[in-house]
T-cell receptor, first 113, second 114 residues
Framework: AQSVTQLGSHVSVSEGALVLLRCNYS??????LFWYVQYPNQGLQLLLK??????LVKGINGFEAEFKKSETSFHLTKPSAHMSDAAEYFC???????????FGTGTRLKVLA | DAGVIQSPRHEVTEMGQEVTLRCKLI?????LFWYRQTMMRGLELLIY????????DSGMPEDRFSAKMPNASFSTLKIQPSEPRDSAVYFC????????????FGPGTRLTVT
C-alpha cells in the first residue's frame, strides 16, 4: 500500500525567500516520487521525479527535491521564490510493479511581494 | 505534439442530462487515466486504461459513470444521468507506460451540473 502526506495545505513566502513544501510517503515497494505543479485553470505538469537514481533531483524552474529514505520524505525546495511560483503543488508516489499514482492533497503556495 | 486534448473545456448541464467528456491522448502513449478534482476530495483516479483495455475502474463512483477507449488515441467519459454532486474538474492524463513514467495531463473539463 502507498500513501502520501503533504504537510500544510497553504504556504506563504515572501518573494526571494526559500520555498519548502513538505511531502512524506509510505510505500511497501521501492517508491517512485513526483512533484507536479498546477496553475489556475490548468492541468498538472511535472516539476521533477525520483525513480531510484540520484537522491537529489533537479527539476524545472529552479526547483529541486531530495529523497530521504530514512525519513520517508521528498520535500520540494527552491532557494528564491518568484511571484510566478504561486500555484498548487502536488506530491505523488507510485512504485515498481504498480501503475497508480497516489496524489497528496496539495499545497497552495502564495508568494508575497 | 499538441499535448493531451480535452473537450469541452467547460460544460454546464441540468441534472438528469447525459454528459460526455472527450480526451485525445498524446501520440504513442499507451496508458490513459481519468481523474476527478474537487475541493472536498482532491484528485481522485476514476479509471485506468492500458493499451485500450480498462485495467482498474474501482474509482468510478457508480454505474452512472462509464468510460471507453474506442481506439488507441481517444477516450470518452460519460455520465448518465448527471447529478449536482458530479460537478468537478475532470482531467485525463496519458503516459508511455506505468509507474516510472510521467503522466501528461490535459487542461481539464470543468463540469457544472445544476
Amino acid at each position: 500500500a502507498q500513501s502520501v502526506t503533504q504537510l500544510g495545505s497553504h504556504v506563504s513566502v515572501s518573494e526571494g525567500a526559500l520555498v519548502l513544501l513538505r511531502c512524506n510517503y509510505s510505500s511497501s515497494v521501492p517508491p517512485y516520487l513526483f512533484w507536479y505543479v498546477q496553475y489556475p485553470n490548468q492541468g498538472l505538469q511535472l516539476l521533477l521525479k525520483y525513480t531510484s537514481a540520484a537522491t537529489l533531483v533537479k527539476g524545472i524552474n529552479g526547483f529541486e527535491a531530495e529523497f530521504k529514505k530514512s525519513e520517508t520524505s521528498f520535500h520540494l525546495t527552491k532557494p528564491s521564490a518568484h511571484m510566478s511560483d504561486a500555484a498548487e503543488y502536488f506530491c505523488a508516489v507510485s512504485g515498481a510493479g504498480t501503475y497508480k499514482y497516489i496524489f497528496g492533497t496539495g499545497t497552495r503556495l502564495k508568494v508575497l511581494a | 505534439d499538441a499535448g493531451v486534448i480535452q473537450s469541452p473545456r467547460h460544460e454546464v448541464t441540468e441534472m438528469g442530462q447525459e454528459v460526455t467528456l472527450r480526451c485525445k491522448l498524446i501520440s504513442g502513449h499507451n496508458s490513459l487515466f481519468w481523474y476527478r478534482q474537487t475541493m472536498m476530495r482532491g484528485l481522485e483516479l476514476l479509471i485506468y486504461f492500458n493499451n485500450n483495455v480498462p485495467i482498474d475502474d474501482s474509482g468510478m463512483p457508480e454505474d452512472r459513470f462509464s468510460a471507453k477507449m474506442p481506439n488507441a488515441s481517444f477516450s470518452t467519459l460519460k455520465i448518465q444521468p448527471s447529478e449536482p454532486r458530479d460537478s468537478a474538474v475532470y482531467f485525463c492524463a496519458s503516459s508511455l507506460g506505468t509507474a516510472t513514467y510521467e503522466q501528461y495531463f490535459g487542461p481539464g473539463t470543468r463540469l457544472t451540473v445544476t
